[in-house]
């Protein structure tokens, strides 16, 4: 491709056909401010900050392709008066609340101020009086914050499908990105006094994916706080155990927030910095990642031998699951059931860990650390609350019987399993609060006992990883009923070991499906599993989950198993990860987690002793109990709207 010859500031750089200014300054780390620019997105040039001098016109960086000859500058007297006269106009329609505002330590727009010195409340807020939405438990939107870069509408329509915000059609000042739907005559007065919105136009809902907070350059969208609560309850234990858990992508991306590379793993890091914030107990995700593993891979097994209508689709990524039950119902009954990763590590807490504490399961916190803002609304379902009674006459738990006996036994009694959810974001903010350094804290191990995990826990956090993770265990599984008749073994938790030759020195199985990885949006290939030749799918982003969706529905396509993640690259990319995130950073991100797996000696679930305990000690082969603890049933789901708080 040829290349194209052109100087900033008087220093000659080489382009490529089609790049912007912008483009090439990134690449050569010049430094030109910018906010509404996102790699993910078409060019908008609306924050007018990235302005340059093109030759010898005023323009944006990000809008202007590179000429052969071209002379640009950076920093002529004209262009920096206009970014600082776009700057305080910026932060006229941005009102700073930055005391209780999780970006503090990382404000773009704040770092953009000492800069230029410009004075913040020069020109008056003029959104001061601007209502913050909230989308379910997940998502708040502070249109006071908003800067009308259009950011979050394009991604909600573009790349998630789902059409969620809208621009209105007046102009100037009064032109307001918003929640689609809002008219005045639908708001209804609600018994808590807020203003509950009725969306009852064309299909369209939020799944609280969270790509529209991942996107936004000033904070305006955010995942809704829980961050007070659980500070408070560090401070106030009244004799309850806290147990915080960290989702498999968490340990590769927090370091950014610290200063750290994209991709640097954290991971005894992370357990000492729990510690240091008052946490009894640090544990890993991980762990029920195996234990989804475990549960999927049966299910695929019987999805397969019993000629279920296929494909089989995931169901851990909340939402995903609920872009199934709104937008294309007709699918649900293709939704494994197997519960996401923390919804099989909080209730193995809350049963089994509580028994060997002596503690009642009501004294027991469970805070999990994601990568997600829909796991916000995924831990406050009613079908992910666990009836303490119920458990109780069918689990071996006497510690739990005797403790509980005082307090009037546990009938009737519904806990959450996790209470709480704080974003890598959320948590970093946390630390920095807390003045801990996790670039410099001593590592810890994860606590035992459920501080076991397997290298297929580890790629949950990238795109195929859920699917990778299956697979291996499903290979094992079908051997085991090959060779036996009957999966009473799997069950059970017994290791049956092959007469057949190991796979492997570690496994008795396949262990790598590589054709499941990649951070492409829509991955398929045919796949050999346990003898049985699989076709498979594998998409991230709900834009393409739609496109699979679509072409199943039209008879263009057949796939035997289908995994689907809301967020580009999967939770990796997920709605509450450090800003930036793209494709670049994504792909680090990625590699780390492969790298933790290699690098683990046990990377199948079905070889976790931890997760064999469970069934052998706990479920004993009890496959409804089974089925109450570690799965969930799906519906169709109404239009949830949104408040005004």
Not at 244 to 273: C, H, N, W
Not at 296 to 311: C, M, S
Not at 507 to 521: P, T, V
Request: proline share 4%; hydrophobic share 35%; net charge positive.
């Amino acid at each position: 491709m040829k290349k194209i010859k052109f100087t900033i500031n008087g220093k000659e750089y080489m382009a490529r056909a089609g790049e912007t200014v912008l483009d090439v300054a990134k690449r050569e780390k010049i430094e030109i401010p910018h906010l509404c620019k996102h790699p993910d997105l078409k060019i908008k040039g609306n924050c007018r900050m990235c302005l340059v001098e093109a030759n010898g016109q005023i323009t944006t960086a990000c809008s202007t392709e590179i000429l052969p000859g071209m002379t640009i500058k950076t920093d002529t007297k004209e262009v920096v008066r206009g970014r600082k006269i776009n700057l305080e106009l910026i932060f006229a329609e941005h009102i700073e609340k930055c005391p209780t505002c999780i970006y503090q330590d990382s404000c773009t727009i704040l770092k953009y101020a000492a800069e230029y010195g410009i004075k913040i409340a020069r020109f008056e807020d003029r959104k001061k009086n601007y209502p913050i939405w909230q989308f379910s438990e997940s998502i708040q939107f502070d249109s006071s914050k908003c800067i009308d870069c259009r950011n979050c509408e394009e991604v909600c329509r573009e790349m998630q499908a789902c059409s969620f915000y809208e621009i209105t059609s007046d102009k100037g000042e009064d032109q307001i990105v918003k929640p689609r739907g809002e008219t005045r005559d639908k708001r209804q007065e609600t018994s808590a006094g807020v203003d509950l919105l009725k969306n009852d136009d064309d299909k369209f809902d939020c799944t609280y994916c969270g790509q529209c907070v991942t996107h936004c350059p000033v904070g305006a969208i955010s995942g809704t706080p829980h961050w007070q609560a659980v500070e408070e309850l560090l401070k106030n234990k009244n004799g309850k155990v806290l147990i915080a858990e960290i989702a498999p992508s968490i340990r590769v991306s927090i370091g950014e927030e610290f200063g750290q590379d994209y991709g640097k793993i954290m991971t005894g890091q992370l357990a000492a910095s729990m510690k240091a914030l008052g946490f009894d107990y640090a544990f890993d995700v991980n762990l029920g990642a195996d234990f989804t593993t475990y549960e999927e891979a049966k299910e695929l097994v019987r999805w397969i031998t019993e000629g279920k209508p296929r494909p089989m689709f995931t169901s851990c990524c909340p939402a995903w699951v609920k872009f199934v039950e709104f937008f294309y119902p007709e699918f649900i009954f293709h939704l494994t059931t197997s519960n996401s990763p923390h919804m099989c590590s909080g209730p193995v807490i809350k049963t089994f860990f509580a028994d060997y504490l002596k503690k009642d399961p009501r004294d027991i916190e469970v805070v999990s650390i994601m990568p997600c803002t829909s796991k916000k609304h995924e831990i406050n379902l009613e079908k992910h609350r666990i009836d303490l009674g119920w458990c109780l006459e069918r689990l071996d738990l006497p510690n739990i019987a005797q403790v509980c006996q005082s307090r009037g036994g546990l009938s009737g009694i519904r806990v959450p399993a996790v209470d709480h959810v704080l974003t890598t974001r959320e948590y970093a903010f946390l630390l920095h609060r807390h003045k801990i350094d996790l670039a410099n804290i001593k590592p810890m191990d994860l606590d035992m006992p459920l501080g076991v995990c397997s290298g297929a826990g580890a790629i949950y956090g990238a795109s195929g990883g859920v699917m990778e993770s299956a697979l291996r265990s499903a290979d094992y599984f079908f051997r085991v009923l090959d060779e036996t008749g009957s999966m009473d073994s799997v069950v059970k938790g017994k290791n049956y070991q092959l007469k057949k030759k190991r796979f492997s020195k570690i496994s008795q199985s396949r262990i790598e499906f590589k054709e499941a990885r990649g951070q492409e949006g829509i991955k398929t290939a045919t796949v050999k599993v346990g003898g049985r030749k699989l076709n498979i799918a594998v998409a991230n982003g709900l834009g393409n989950a739609k496109k699979i969706l679509e072409d199943l529905k039209a008879g263009k396509v057949k796939y035997d198993y289908v995994e689907v993640m809301a967020c580009p690259g999967g939770c990796i990319g997920g709605g509450g990860q450090p800003i930036p995130t793209n494709a670049e950073i994504r792909a680090k991100r990625a590699a780390a987690v492969y790298e933790i797996d290699k690098n683990l000696p046990i990377r199948t679930a079905h070889e976790n002793p931890s997760v064999l305990e469970v069934y052998n000690k706990y479920f004993k082969g009890d496959e409804e109990l089974i089925e109450r603890v570690l799965h969930s049933k799906f519906k169709p789901r109404e239009k949830e709207g949104y408040k005004v708080i």
